[in-house]
């Protein structure tokens, strides 16, 4: 399976059956993370992982403090794609890492920015 990424009128394609996607609420400043899946029936979280609470973050029922991270899996179904605002106030974006490294996305203010299976409708 391949993940798109929808920004600027460009698509970029990953080879990538997973991904992590990370970043710092902008209040708090606690680091985020989550792991997901692209297949066929469309991306899925497998896991999120939140480095503290606070701010309408609080780490939801279920969630398991493991060295110093609240670790849980969101109940959601598969997504057909995923969009990330690039408000740029934030001072950064979202680290995108796959199995062959990692890149910045909607660190600046702009459209937003898409994450889909490669081949769905976009």
């Known amino acids: 399976m391949s993940l ?15 991904f992590t996607l990370s970043w710092t609420h902008s209040v708090e400043k606690t680091s985020w993370q989550e792991n997901w899946t692209v297949g066929a029936e469309g991306l899925r979280i497998v896991e999120a992982r ?7 973050m609080e780490p939801p029922e279920g969630a398991v403090l493991k060295d110093g991270w609240w670790v849980y899996v969101p109940r959601i179904g598969a997504l057909p794609r995923l969009v990330l605002a690039a408000s740029g106030a934030t001072g ?3 680290t995108l890492c796959t199995d062959d490294g990692c890149m910045e996305l909607g660190s600046a ?9 490669c081949g769905s409708d976009h």
């Open 4 to 18: 798109c990424i929808i920004a600027a009128g460009k698509t970029v394609t990953l080879a990538a059956a997973a």
């Open 50 to 56: 939140v480095q503290g609470s606070g701010a309408g």
């Open 92 to 94: 950064q974006g979202w």
């Open 109 to 117: 203010a702009g459209e937003p920015v898409t994450l889909e299976p």
